[in-house]
């Protein structure tokens, strides 16, 4: 049978076969948001991992990132952009061990 290595789940639940493996970025909030934005995510695969959050805008220049080495389990970063920051839609991207995971918008809103 082969091995799933990702899974995504519409709810936020990671159930069934691969549930073990499974690496997804939550919903952002609060959505819109004006000085911070709480970005939950879940490594849901045993080991360390090398895991990336990359803020960008629409036309793909990045305008934050956040890398930290971390093992199984839930956790929430919280960004605090710069006040010149301008209004928009941004992009929220998980990755984990160089590779994307999943991509998450947020309305800045002043």
């Excluded at 091995?3 to 952002?28: F, H, K, W």
């Amino acid at each position: 049978m082969p091995r799933c290595s990702n899974v995504y789940a519409v709810d936020g639940n990671a159930t069934g076969i691969g549930a073990m493996e499974a690496m997804q970025l939550r919903i952002p909030n609060p959505n819109p948001f004006a000085h911070q934005l709480h970005i939950p995510y879940l490594i849901g695969k045993e080991g360390m991992h090398q895991v990336q959050i990359v803020v960008s805008d629409l036309t793909g220049r990045a305008v934050y990132r956040h890398a930290a080495t971390q093992e199984y389990g839930e956790y929430t970063h919280t960004w605090r952009p710069a006040a010149s920051l301008a209004d928009g839609i941004y992009l929220v991207t998980l990755y984990a061990d160089g590779r994307l995971m999943h991509t998450a918008k947020g309305l800045r809103t002043k």
